[in-house]
């Protein structure tokens, strides 16, 4: 019988420990030929909007989908989990957390490949649920002393900062400004709905690493087209993923002012394939989209996990 995981179960199970092994691994199969990935689908109706990311890790023996839906009053996600050889329904788990977690280990392992590995200092923008777990995978990646975050919403800003600093045991402060956040950082991440640049070009110093995790469609853009430009290594999830979503790209793209075979896959620096960072002053880019076999990784481990454990809900079918 299929099982089914809360809220609440995965969040008695899942550590970003095992969200950064999860996400590593589908990279890895992806770029050896083990693994499908379909980008997002949307359904879209003047009040709520339905989104499925659908794929398959054979060599881990599953394959399924994440539909969410969007609306006004709130989000709600389910990743449903399949056995590969006999097509039979695995799991079904509730999936906001587990995406939050899914989405900041992304960062996380693409840090650990890029950033220099002398990094220390991170600055975030953005203060919301999807910075939390940006700020909790940096941190469990990289050995950093300092995280300085800024946010618009000043009011949350501390609250977050607290939360988050006790939660990572690293020292997670308020940034004074959009660029006291980039100035003297080795590594920045942006995780936030903007439609317009978060900081100035110029700002940046050489040898930084840059997670841009919140552009996934053309009306939103974190990095100015000049950001973009300025970076040595750009590394995507996937390419044609980042073909169809990446709103910090598209500009370029379009322009021919960047070009597709500019574009490096995290899988394919994984492996070995491809170069990530090759000098300590190059300025390196990862654009992240989010990818259905991400969410089956990190939902797999949650469900063995749960399975050894035993935790969950039968389900009647």
Known sequence: MALYLSEDDVKQLLTMDMALAGVESAHRDLALGQAIDIHRARSRLPQTALHILQGALPAQGVLGYKAYTSNRSGNRFLVHLFDAASGVLRAVIAADYLGMMRTGAASGVAARRLARPDAAVAGVFGAGWQAEGHVRAICTALPLKQVKVFSRKAEKLQAFCQRLSALTGVAVVPAASAEDAVRGSDLLGTVTSAAQPLFDAEWLEPGVHINAAGSNALIRQELSEAAVRRCDV??????????????????????????????????????????????????????????????????????????????GTLLPY
Not at 238 to 267: I, S, W
Not at 283 to 290: A, D, K, V
């Open 234 to 311: 750009i590394v995507v999830d996937a390419v044609p993923t980042a073909l169809a979503e990446a709103g910090d790209l598209l500009p370029l793209l379009e322009k021919g002012r960047l070009y597709e075979r500019q574009l490096v896959e995290l899988g394919d620096v994984i492996v070995g394939r491809r170069a990530g960072r090759e000098s300590a002053q190059q300025i390196t880019l990862f654009e992240s989209q989010g990818m259905a076999i991400q969410d089956l990784a990190v939902a797999l481990r949650v469900v063995q996990a749960a399975e050894e454990r035993g935790v």
